[in-house]
């Protein structure tokens, strides 16, 4: 079960060029549903927009450019270390070190029906870590169920991509794992996974292309110093304690509203 290829076994009712076509139009359509989710909330926009205004107070060289992406991408996106609580920083991580397995062990499999045994057990492998990820951050992370004792059972419009995500990993899993094969299975699979990556118009699938942006942006402001436009916690400055817009905030002590700390936050 771990080392033959599931999609070997369909290619008996379903020729190899159909299944190959159906990966192709998947990858068409999250790269057009995100290029839609772009223009549609003017993302790309904003961030032109707001580099051009906030230009700093000294210029960025290429070297620290570069500096700055590498950060981004080893701390940002591959530690994913925007995340402060680490529960659901592992949940995160499991979920998308294990998508990325899953999903480029699916397209090796599909387009070369003789790939080794690897890839399947990659394909497995990867697979279980979405599962043991989602399901974690769906039933004990989810800040409305772990913080505001909301039901788990709660859906709502965001939830369309974990659920979709983890419809289409668990089908695909038990479809495999019972054999393979044209069936009822298999047809849900494909529904659920059409689902995943055809509403990316209407999930948070896009958000992992904006998310590397934002952070890179976020810190090309703090190196050329556009970031002190805004207040900060300190308040011993008086220019900085006219930056807050509350007037409760500009000669409030610093340990105001420490109390909060009391219980150790559960949320993001």
């Known amino acids: 079960m771990f080392t033959s290829n599931p999609f070997f076994s369909l290619s008996a009712s379903i020729a190899p060029a159909v299944m190959q076509t159906y990966v ?38 290429g070297g620290e450019l570069v500096s700055i992406a590498m950060q981004t991408a080893v701390v940002d996106v591959l530690a994913s270390g925007e995340f402060c609580n680490p529960r659901r920083r592992i949940a995160h991580l499991l979920g ?50 772990a913080a505001e004792g909301n039901s788990p059972l709660r859906l709502v419009r965001a939830d369309l991509f974990i659920l979709s995500l983890l419809a289409s990993v668990t089908l ?15 047809g849900l699979y494909i529904l659920a996974t059409t689902v995943l990556f055809a509403g990316v118009p209407w999930s948070k699938f896009a958000h992992m292309f904006f998310k590397p942006a934002a952070a890179f942006e976020k810190r090309v402001s703090k190196a050329n110093g556009s970031c002190a436009n ?3 916690q300190t308040r011993d400055d008086p220019a900085q304690r006219e930056k807050h817009s509350m007037e409760l905030l500009r000669d409030a002590p610093m340990d105001m509203g420490l109390g909060i700390k009391r219980e150790a936050p559960r949320h993001y």
């Open 24 to 61: 192709v139009v998947m990858i068409i359509l999250v790269a057009a549903g995100t290029l839609f989710d772009v223009v549609h909330k003017g993302s790309a926009k904003y961030f032109f927009q707001n580099m051009r205004r906030t230009k700093g107070a000294r210029p960025v060289g």
């Open 96 to 145: 998308m070190y294990g998508f990325v397995l899953y999903v480029v062990a699916t397209a090796v499999m599909v387009f070369n029906a003789s790939a080794s045994a690897l890839w399947t057990q990659l394909w497995w492998i990867g697979g279980l870590m979405v599962c043991v990820g989602g399901y974690w951050f769906w039933f004990f992370i989810r800040v409305d169920v």
């Open 172 to 186: 695909g899993l038990v479809w495999a794992a019972t054999g393979g094969g044209a069936g009822v299975l298999f």
């Open 230 to 232: 805004l207040p900060t």
